[in-house]
């Protein structure tokens, strides 16, 4: 049987960091950034008030409580301003820029508030409630590197240095396939022999939550031919593929006998419990990446996180490799098969405690549900006494 790593390390070896290209910074979000960003001019690009009030010389409030003639009126967006001479104040706002001559910002709460005079109750520091340009950036200072990923901060500061369009790797797109003639769509009847996929569910939002865009190809059944014409179909728009089922021992394995044949695809046993059955390959003329995970509910979720996800990062340009792991106490005893690395699954206490969930068979998903982490076992484990400290992934 070939171990989890080396699987693992055969996948890393095969997908390739997607090709970066220019995107609308609406459709940004959860993408890698693959430029530089800097910023063509000073943020702020003109010295401001960071407050509505009074823009003023603070020499000249320093004997407050005083009055002085307001000059002018400021509102942000203001182009053309009056430089205010040695006694004036000019009324301003958050964000409108500083006059010419003034050196400070007197906050409306100190003063009487007036419009044609203002009394100003206490004196301000020189540089009082001013933001000074290139206080946040200089110009072209590089605000940005390649490789981070892009969430609502990001987006913000590349749109702030002036930016519509940015350069980025995309989030992939994943096309989820379930196999199975006893599956039916979720909603309706249940007929003798059936039940509802769920797999194509869990799958596509696993891709979403790994940073993908899953797109739910829904089901095909236990038929060679039927599960090529779909997946010939979806190529198209794929950055990758992942299909459940098909793919075990038994007779009925539309994966195996249609993807078998083509060579490019190797249907492995993983010394792993569960999701023992794997394939992976490339398919069609892009040779565009397949994972072909095993049937069982709990199976498939599994082998996503150790195999699809560090996957899926190679793709966005981002570290690939295992899930990252962390020591926990376990409250109860475990036993594991000799011979391969079990993933359990538990829920993962605050206080660093351990508790492994009802139901531990690769169809539970009720149970998979009520996890928060998978508890590893090594191969050559196969018992844990309760009180031990075991390595767990979060999920
Ligand atoms: P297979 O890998 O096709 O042999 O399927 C293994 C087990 O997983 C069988 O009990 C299937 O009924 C079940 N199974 C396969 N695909 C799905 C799915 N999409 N949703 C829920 N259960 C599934
Ligand atoms: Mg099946």
Request: with cysteine; hydrophobic share 45%.
């Amino acid at each position: 049987m070939k171990s989890v790593d080396a699987h693992l390390a055969d996948i890393l070896a095969t997908v390739r960091t997607l090709a970066p290209l220019e995107l609308e910074l609406e459709r940004a979000l959860g993408t890698t950034l693959a430029e530089e960003v800097s910023s063509p001019v000073p943020l702020p690009p003109f010295d401001n008030s960071a407050m509505d009030g009074y823009a003023v010389r603070a020499a000249d409030v320093a004997a407050a409580p005083v009055s002085l003639p307001v000059i002018d009126d400021i509102a942000a967006g203001s182009g053309e301003l009056r430089a205010i001479g040695q006694g004036h104040a000019v009324r301003i706002m958050t964000g409108a820029p500083l006059p010419a001559g003034a050196d400070a910002v007197v906050p409306v709460e100190w003063t009487d508030g007036g419009t044609v005079t203002v009394r100003i109750d206490r004196p301000v520091r020189e540089g009082n409630a001013v933001r000074r340009a290139g206080e946040d950036v200089q110009a072209g200072e590089v605000v940005l590197k390649p490789g981070t990923t892009i969430g609502a901060a990001q987006l913000g500061i590349i749109a702030g240095t002036g930016r519509r369009r940015v350069w980025v790797r995309p989030r992939p797109r994943v096309v989820v396939l379930s196999t199975g003639a006893e599956l039916v769509e979720p909603g309706t009847q249940l007929g003798p022999g059936q039940i509802w996929d769920s797999n194509s569910f869990t799958l596509t939002a696993a891709v979403r939550e790994a940073g993908g865009d899953g797109f739910r190809a829904g089901t095909v059944t236990d038929d060679p031919a039927a599960f090529l014409d779909q997946l010939d179909a979806q190529l198209v728009r794929a950055d990758a593929v992942i299909t459940s089922g098909g793919v075990s021992m038994g007779a009925y394995e539309p994966v195996k006998e249609a993807l078998g044949p083509l060579g490019t695809v190797r249907f492995e046993k993983v010394a792993m419990q569960p999701g023992m059955p794997q394939g992976f390959g490339v398919v069609g003329d892009d040779q565009v990446p397949i994972f072909t995970l095993p049937g069982n509910p709990v199976s498939s979720y599994v082998s996503f996180q150790l195999f699809v996800r560090p996957a899926l990062r190679k793709m966005r340009g981002l570290p690939a490799g295992p899930p990252a792991t962390r020591p926990a106490h376990l409250l109860a005893p475990l036993h594991s098969p000799e011979g391969k690395r079990s993933f359990l699954r538990g829920v993962l206490a605050d206080d660093g405690t351990v508790t492994p969930v009802h139901g531990q068979g690769s169809h539970q998903l009720a149970a998979l549900a009520l996890a928060n982490c998978l508890i590893m076992v090594p191969e050559q484990v196969t018992e844990v006494p309760s009180g031990a400290s075991v390595q767990v992934i979060r999920i």
